[in-house]
Nanobody
Framework: QVQLVESGGGLVQAGGSLRLSCAAS????????VGWFRQAPGKEREFVAG????????RYADSVKGRFTISRDNAKNPVFLQMNSLKPEDTAIYYCAARPFRSSVIMVSEKEYNYWGQGTQVTVSS
């Protein structure tokens, strides 16, 4: 059983930055695909960014492209989401998700992921 733990959320002003981390407790997840999702109040959970197991393939939602960067260093376990130029509309609970999947394909549907973290709140003030 893989348990994912997110950290790094908080309150930031518009234009600011935050870095979220997603770590797997109990094991490394170097052979897992990892995705970041977010859910704003009253909205469906949506895909933000995904990275394949080697880090060779990355995909972003159009709304965050050019502002967010997903990365991983498998030797050190965490997957990061660097968020720059934050906007009030980025306010949401951010979740990381993972699935053992050795492929270059990036999964954008939450149904494709087996494991989820508890979420971390990101609030961007205007």
């Amino acid at each position: 059983q893989v348990q994912l733990v997110e950290s790094g959320g908080g309150l930031v002003q518009a234009g600011g930055s935050l870095r979220l981390s997603c770590a797997a407790s109990g094991r490394t997840f170097s052979d897992y695909a990892v995705g970041w999702f977010r859910q704003a109040p009253g909205k469906e959970r949506e895909f933000v960014a995904g990275i394949n197991w080697t880090g060779s393939t990355i995909r972003y939602a159009d709304s965050v492209k050019g502002r967010f960067t997903i990365s991983r260093d498998n030797a050190k376990n965490p997957v990061f989401l660097q968020m720059n130029s934050l906007k009030p509309e980025d306010t949401a609970i951010y979740y990381c998700a993972a699935r053992p999947f050795r492929s270059s394909v990036i999964m954008v549907s939450e149904k494709e992921y087996n494991y989820w973290g508890q979420g971390t709140q990101v609030t961007v003030s205007s």
